[in-house]
């Protein structure tokens, strides 16, 4: 089993920067990708950024050149910089890892990002 908790998050005005953390402990070694959905009021869980367990990055087109993921293996963490915050990346946003062979999921709790205008 993995467990996956979640840091950061909170209310910032459009243009700003805010950070969120996910530090996974259990059966790390299972690990294959990490990183993070977010869901927004009304709509589905979306994929923000991911990196797969050999350091490949993938980011959702809306977050391009805004948002950076980026991994500490030392301390099973993956960060996610989020910059230029637009109201519309206001979300809850999931910390996600999946098993390697039978790519079974683990979520977080969520934390909830607010971009106000």
């Known amino acids: 089993q993995v467990q996956l908790v979640e840091s950061g998050g909170g209310l910032v005005q459009a243009g700003g920067s805010l950070r969120v953390s996910c530090t996974a402990s259990?059966?790390?070694?299972?690990?294959?990708?990490m990183g993070w959905y977010r869901q927004a009021p009304g709509k589905q869980r979306e994929l923000v950024a991911i990196?797969?367990?050999?350091?490949?990055?993938n980011y959702a087109d809306s977050v391009k050149g805004r948002f950076t993921l980026s991994r500490d293996t030392a301390k099973s963490t993956v960060y996610l910089e989020m910059g230029s915050l637009k109201p519309e990346d206001t979300a809850v946003y999931y910390c996600?890892?999946?098993?390697?062979?039978?790519?079974?999921?683990?979520w977080g709790q969520g934390t909830q990002v607010t971009v106000s205008s």
């Open positions: 996600y890892a999946d098993r390697i062979v039978t790519a079974i999921p683990y």
């Open positions: 990196i797969t367990r050999g350091g490949n990055m």
């Open positions: 259990g059966n790390i070694f299972i690990i294959n990708n």
